[in-house]
């Protein structure tokens, strides 16, 4: 299963549908992306964009523990399962 992450939770299409992706895990038989909201902050925002949308709407933590935890521990199950 491949995961990245993006500064809001909103499940942005463009975010997981990256075609080449998509491709490649079609191939091998990968899962579908998970997409998971991240952090922007003023203090940790790299590269001009990024900086200007962190003073905006677009600052804060959009990590939830409970789904990163809960996708962490189905993949290790499909691994052990793997075995």
Do not use: C, Y
């Amino acid at each position: 299963m491949h995961e990245s992450r993006g500064p809001t939770p909103d499940r942005d299409p463009l975010l997981r549908e990256n075609g080449q992706l998509l491709r490649s895990e079609s191939r091998i038989g990968a899962d579908e992306p998970v997409t998971f909201g991240g952090r922007l902050t003023p203090k940790t925002a790299v590269g001009f964009i990024s900086k200007k949308m962190a003073r905006g709407e677009m600052a804060g933590d959009f990590r939830d523990r409970d789904e990163i935890a809960f996708w962490a521990d189905m993949i290790a199950e499909q691994l052990v399962a793997a075995r």
